[in-house]
Every structure is written in structure tokens, then in C-alpha cells.
């Protein structure tokens, strides 16, 4: 299906029984991120709030809510935006078989950016947008489904520009209301190197923020495309429809198919405190200096509507956006990286700090045992690729051919690793490196640990299904609970630092309880961890730093390489981390109420 607009998308859903209107007004502070988390739990529609408290404009969420509406979406064009990420990632394919392929590289010529000559914008003030702000603490209005558009200086023109969705602050903070909004991206980023180059010159960059369109512009964005793929051209792809643009009058790029255009300029070395913001690892990101954006000028059209999504804790909408990106992708990374098979950013973990990947070991000509040593080469590659750069675990496993393991049964793979883990060998750390800016867990901004580790050959132990009767743990331990097989969770009696660490000296007594336990981990609420593997993979894998919270049963360094008889994670939440999203449950019992009315 090509839609024109977001508008004709909207349309489209209604009349296929995907669209919900909440025709109440509702306060954009706190009330509509409520009903989006509400109606996206229960797998609901998409939902277009028609009266928004204090701005002219309606405002549409849940767009994306989940992959089903997704696929519908782009029903007409998903097959041969596939075909054409595989051909970018695997040319020979077009090389063998040209005739099954010329059509693929005609769509992409018909996809190629149109520039057109007017555009039917009124201007307006950051003020008269949407003022969304999705939780108690952060720092005022968001833009939180935003297409931020920037151009090479060495390369200027759309051809070579650069598509991100990075979030936007539009009040709050010391920002001067509607003259200034902070960007929050990394330097690394598409726009950061940008960003660098600008600096260099002396000059400000041109941004230009869209909201709203055709929803293939969003996927554009957060699309990790091959090299040489252009985001706009794979818009027009994915969209069924090219991409329209013009430049106003002060050389700004305007997308002529968005709602809203904000455009403005960063300065060099200019930046405000952003945030804080309730984040998708289900803590805040706190405040940090970001670049400033001095406003230009901001443009809507007549019957605008604004798009937005809400994130939190794992899973959200940003789930079914990855789970997109991996139907077009494919098999896209293991062209990248030779001998990969699979790699799975856990969703449940908040993405970035658990990686589980599948590799070939083949290096073991000269052992009797097979054991990882291609899966090391393999898992550095991983962690020097891309956003995958930012994950602090990397469990890396071989792909037995006796088996039909696979990264996304989460559960199993644990297992798996576990089973067939030497721990005196197969643990390997990264210190003093770089992790998410998102993740409070390290010992800095952007500052923290990676670790490795790898599992390859026989079967080396049978996991604990059930605690024995005489099970027994230090008395500094409590309330122990078994999360599946293999991994116990336990709470601390006594939290000084000298106890806890005696503790662990003291479970080398308990080796042979333990040896079919070797992983555990000591948490706040033991009960919680293990009620769902969900809740394990995210407070294990968000709470903790490798470097400073992996502790082991008689843990030693064998030529500087650490090893252990069982691991222990610290996941506790310290001092130094970041405070967890919570609801407000006054806002909850008003959303109870207006909900009451609609059938979900």
C-alpha cells in the first residue's frame, strides 16, 4: 500500500478495524502516554487522540504497536524491500541469477528522492505542538518519534544526508521556550559525525527534525541499511511512494510529506543539560549537557497530526520496530560477520546490554576437546560492529549441528551455555571500555565493561532442575529461588560490602551443592527475578556492570585470565544507578476510568 501521507494510513487502518479514537480531551502530560501503554499491553489498535489539552493538533501512537499492523502496512512493498537489502548485502545474488533481479534494482531507480518546487506548511511555534511528556520524572515535552534529517559538508545534497531517530526536548530544563530544543545523539551517530565535521569548518549544522508522514520515514530511520543504501531512497522503497522534499528560503531540507517540519541550527561546542527521560530500559536517562538546537522555524500543515510513542521497560513499540528490522534485514549481519549465524539484541534486557549470537567454531584441528576459539575472533567482530558495539554480555555459543538451538528461546540458550561453560577458560572481560549512554550501570557516562562469554563441545554438567533437601547457602544469602535450570537468585541478608564478599568465600564449601548451579545471582527481590525469565533477563543484564558485579566460587587469575568454579552476578540496584520508571497512580485511576468507556 502507498500512502501519500499519514493521514491516508490512518484511513486505512480505521477501515480495516486497526484504529481506535479516544474522542475525550486528554492532558498530554502523563495521560496519553498512559492510555498508549495501556492499550499497547493488550495488543491493541493504534490510537489517534483527536482532542490533545492545549495544541489545535491530534496526535496518533501505537502506530507500529505491533508487527502484524507492521506487515500490513507495508504489506505491497516488504517482499522486494527484502529482496533489495539482500542484493546491497550479497551483490553475487544479482551476478547468478540478473534476470530475477533486474526488477528489484528498478524499483529502487523509482524510489530515488523527488525534489519538488512547493509545499502547503504554515509556520507555527514549538509551543503550539503536542507538549507530550510520558513520565513523572522527565525533564518537560519530548519528541519522541522524530526523523532527523542532517547533510554531509564534504558531500552536501540528500544523496548522502543522514536519516536518525534521535529524541528531542521542546521545553523544560533552561531551554528558551520556542527558540531553543536539545538533541540527544551520540558522536558516533550518523548526525554525530556529522556533527564533527561541521565543528571543524567553524559552523553551524542545519537539522531538520520531521514528524508525522508516511510511516515508511520512520522505519527509514532507525533502519540499519547497508553501505551505499540511501535512507531516503529506502524510504521511497519501503513507503511504495519517493521520498518529496524541497529547501526554504534559509536552505533548510523540508520533507513535504510531514506533518511538522522543525528546522534550526547546531553550533559548535554548544550544548544545555537534556533530560531527565524515561527510557527503554525502563529507568530514566538523567541529565546530562547535549547539543543545542537554536529553532528556525517550525511548519505544519492545515490537518496535522502529531506521531508519538511512549518507551519503559521491554516490551514496547520499539519492540515490534526491531522486530521489522529483522524481517527486512534477514540475514544480513552473517554477510557482515563470517561465521555468524545468528545475533539476538535481547529485548526483554533493554536491547544493548545483552547480545546472544550463534557462531561456527571450526579452530580445532590440534584438540582432542573441542573448545571457543573461532567464537572469540567471531564475538570481537560482533562487538566492534555497529550498535552492537554498546552491549556489556556477549554469550556466545557454537552451532552444534545436534542441535536446534536457536538465540531467540532465550531460556534454552541459557542452558545451553551453561551445560557446556568452563569457567576456569571461557569467561573474557573488556574493562575500562565504552557501554550505552542509556545504561547507568558502569562507573561513567558512556563508561563500563563487555564481557564474553563462550560455550563450544560436549556437555560438561547436568543442570539443577529443583533445589536439593539439604541444600544449604552462607547465612549472609537468603530467600534463594531457582529461575530455571542451572541459575539461582538470592537476596542478601546483610549488604556490607566485607559480608557479602565473605559470603562468596565462604560458598567454596558448598562447591559440590553449587556445581550443578553455576550461575547465580543476588538481587533485591529474589521472588521477582524468578517468577519470569523476562524479569531475569532484565534486572540481571540492566543492573549490572561486568567488570565491578561479576564476582565467582573460588574465583582466581591464571596468567591474568580470570577464572572461577561458579559465577555470581551482583544485579542489586546501587547507589549510582538510575531510578526505575514508575507509574502514577493517580493518572492511572483517571486512565481507568475514560478507558472504561472504549472496548479495548
Not at 65 to 72: A, N
Amino acid at each position: 500500500m502507498s500512502y501519500a501521507s499519514l493521514q491516508s494510513c490512518l484511513e486505512d487502518l480505521e477501515k480495516n478495524g486497526q484504529l481506535l479514537r479516544i474522542k475525550e480531551e486528554v492532558d498530554p502530560y502523563l495521560e496519553m502516554a498512559s492510555i498508549h501503554l495501556r492499550i499497547h499491553e493488550a495488543g491493541g489498535k493504534a490510537i489517534l487522540f483527536e482532542k490533545v489539552k492545549g495544541s489545535k493538533y491530534q496526535a496518533v501512537s501505537n502506530l507500529f504497536g505491533t508487527t502484524e499492523r507492521s506487515k500490513f502496512i507495508f504489506r505491497d512493498t516488504l517482499a522486494p524491500v527484502q529482496k533489495m537489502i539482500a542484493l546491497k548485502t550479497d551483490p553475487m545474488k544479482a551476478l547468478k541469477h540478473p534476470l530475477q533481479n533486474i526488477s528489484v534494482a528498478f524499483a529502487a531507480l523509482k524510489a530515488l528522492p523527488k525534489k519538488v518546487s512547493s509545499h502547503q506548511f504554515e509556520k507555527i511555534k514549538i509551543s503550539d505542538l503536542p507538549q507530550i511528556q510520558c513520565w513523572e520524572k522527565d525533564g518537560g515535552a519530548f519528541v519522541t518519534l522524530p526523523v532527523v534529517y542532517t547533510e554531509d559538508p564534504d558531500m552536501p545534497g540528500v544523496m548522502n544526508s543522514n536519516l536518525g531517530m534521535y529524541r528531542i526536548q521542546l521545553s523544560g530544563n533552561d531551554y528558551l521556550q520556542d527558540k531553543e530544543i536539545g538533541l540527544h545523539y551520540q558522536l558516533h551517530r550518523g548526525i554525530g559525525v556529522h556533527q564533527t565535521k561541521w565543528n571543524k569548518l567553524g559552523k553551524p549544522m542545519k537539522v531538520s527534525i520531521f514528524v508525522g508522514g508516511p510511516p515508511s520515514h520512520s522505519f527509514a530511520a532507525v533502519m540499519p541499511l547497508p553501505e551505499g543504501l540511501s535512507e531516503l531512497t529506502f524510504a521511497g522503497a519501503l513507503g511504495g511512494r519517493r521520498f518529496r522534499y524541497m529547501y526554504d528560503e534559509d536552505g533548510f531540507c523540508l520533507s513535504t510529506d510531514s506533518d511538522f517540519v522543525i528546522t534550526g541550527e547546531v553550533y559548535p561546542n554548544e550544548n544545555k543539560p537534556e533530560g531527565p527521560f524515561g527510557d527503554h530500559l525502563g529507568y530514566y536517562s538523567l541529565k546530562h549537557d547535549f547539543p543545542l538546537m537554536r529553532v528556525k522555524n517550525v511548519y505544519a500543515k492545515k490537518n496535522a497530526v502529531w506521531s508519538f510513542t511512549v518507551v519503559g521497560r521491554p516490551p514496547q513499540e520499539d519492540t515490534a520496530f526491531g522486530n521489522m528490522i529483522h524481517e527486512m534485514t534477514g540475514s544480513a549481519i552473517s554477510k557482515e560477520i563470517p561465521g555468524v549465524h545468528e545475533v539476538h539484541a535481547v529485548d526483554a534486557a533493554g536491547v544493548h546490554p545483552l547480545l546472544l549470537a550463534i557462531g561456527s567454531e571450526r579452530y580445532t584441528p590440534y584438540y582432542t576437546e573441542k573448545r571457543p576459539q573461532e567464537l572469540l575472533t567471531i564475538a570481537n567482530h560482533i562487538l566492534g560492529t555497529g550498535q552492537l558495539s554498546l552491549a556489556k554480555f556477549l554469550f556466545i555459543a557454537d552451532k552444534d549441528e545436534h542441535t536446534t538451538l536457536t538465540t531467540h528461546h532465550e531460556e534454552a540458550f541459557f542452558q545451553l551455555i551453561l551445560e557446556r561453560i568452563d569457567l576456569s577458560r571461557d569467561v573474557h572481560f573488556q574493562t575500562k571500555t565504552t557501554i550505552d549512554t542509556l545504561d547507568y550501570s558502569g562507573d561513567g557516562l558512556n563508561t563500563g565493561s563487555k564481557v564474553i562469554i563462550a560455550a563450544a563441545g560436549e556437555k560438561k554438567r547436568d543442570l539443577a532442575d529443583k533445589l536439593p533437601a539439604n541444600f544449604s547457602l552462607p547465612a549472609v544469602f537468603k530467600n534463594p529461588k531457582l529461575v530455571t535450570k542451572g541459575i539461582l537468585a538470592v537476596e542478601l541478608d546483610n549488604a556490607e560490602t566485607s559480608e557479602f564478599e565473605k559470603g562468596i568465600r565462604e560458598l567454596s564449601n558448598h562447591s559440590v551443592l553449587l556445581s550443578n548451579l553455576p550461575l547465580m545471582v543476588v538481587c533485591d527481590d529474589a521472588g521477582f527475578l524468578a517468577a519470569d525469565f523476562s524479569n531475569f533477563l532484565w534486572v540481571t543484564f540492566t543492573r549490572s556492570n561486568p567488570s565491578h558485579d561479576i564476582y565467582g566460587v573460588n574465583e582466581r587469575f591464571e596468567h591474568k585470565h580470570w577464572a572461577c568454579d561458579a559465577m555470581i552476578i551482583d544485579a542489586r540496584i546501587k547507589p549510582h544507578h538510575a531510578p526505575v520508571l514508575v507509574k502514577n497512580p493517580a493518572i492511572e485511576q483517571k486512565v481507568d476510568a475514560l478507558l472504561a468507556k472504549y472496548s479495548l
